[in-house]
């Protein structure tokens, strides 16, 4: 069975613009997490997609946004990037309320 | 607020030796689970054990093994005959299954293991 995946792996950005990622659960999958992770703030949670419907959302500003498609493919957006959102990218799938959670390598986001 | 707290930024352990990370945390709820994840350096994370809060007996997996003290708010993680495999980062984690799959994370412990 394939792993979750995510394109793309690395990104390069400047300032003011916007960036979309993408993440593909592993088949039958249908919860997808999204994860910021970076050396000042660790690990946060940003948002989760379950059945095309936001059923958690983390703290961060409405710039960062998501969604889900129907064949549970996720992705997400962030507008108007800043420096700081310089960051990996991570997302995990699960099958739905179920325990275990599978990460993807994540996307490297760089802000110049 | 649930706060999950890894006190020890690093460790070190000789190859085949023991090592504990240790791990806190803060909830008032009484259903939750625990969990600890390795990131190794190429960064893919990966589930090493889960503990469930209702189950008094601690969870093992192979070399790894918890000490769940559910009155302490404690869940620390023992790796015993540690191998140079075993270096990562590695995350204490919290999740209130109300609230579907949101993890909270602690801060990580880097792990080194000498040879």
């Known amino acids: 069975k394939a792993g979750v995946t995510q394109t793309p792996r690395y990104l390069i950005k400047t300032r003011g613009q916007q960036v979309t990622l993408s993440c593909s659960p592993i088949?039958?999958?249908?919860?997808v997490s999204w994860y910021q992770q970076t050396p000042g703030q660790g690990l946060q949670f940003l948002f989760e997609?379950?059945?095309?419907?936001?059923?958690n959302k983390g703290n961060f500003p409405g710039r960062f946004s998501g969604r889900q498609f129907s064949n549970s493919r996720s992705e997400m957006n962030v507008s108007t990037l800043e420096l700081g959102d310089s960051a990996l990218y991570l997302c995990?799938?699960?099958?739905?309320?179920?325990?275990?959670?599978?990460f993807g390598p994540g996307t490297r986001l760089t802000v110049t | 607020a649930q706060t999950v707290t890894q006190s020890q930024p690093e460790m070190s352990v000789q190859e085949a030796e023991t090592v504990t990370l240790s791990c806190t945390y803060d909830?008032?709820?009484?259903?939750?689970?625990l969990f600890w994840y390795k990131q190794p350096p190429s960064r893919q994370m990966i589930l090493v054990i889960r503990?469930?809060?209702?189950?008094?007996q601690n969870a093992t997996e192979n070399r790894f093994s918890v000490n769940f003290q559910k009155a302490a708010k404690s869940f620390s993680l023992k790796i015993s005959d540690s191998q140079l495999g075993d270096a990562a980062m590695y995350f204490c984690?919290?999740?209130?299954?109300?609230?579907?799959?949101?993890?909270?994370f602690g801060a990580g412990t880097i792990l080194r293991v000498k040879s």
């Open positions: 995990a799938s699960s099958i739905g309320t179920g325990i275990e959670q599978y």
């Open positions: 088949s039958g999958h249908r919860s």
């Open positions: 997609y379950f059945s095309e419907t936001q059923r």
């Open positions: 909830t008032s709820e009484s259903d939750y689970y």
């Open positions: 503990q469930e809060a209702y189950k008094q």
């Open positions: 984690a919290y999740k209130v299954p109300e609230y579907g799959n949101k993890l909270v």
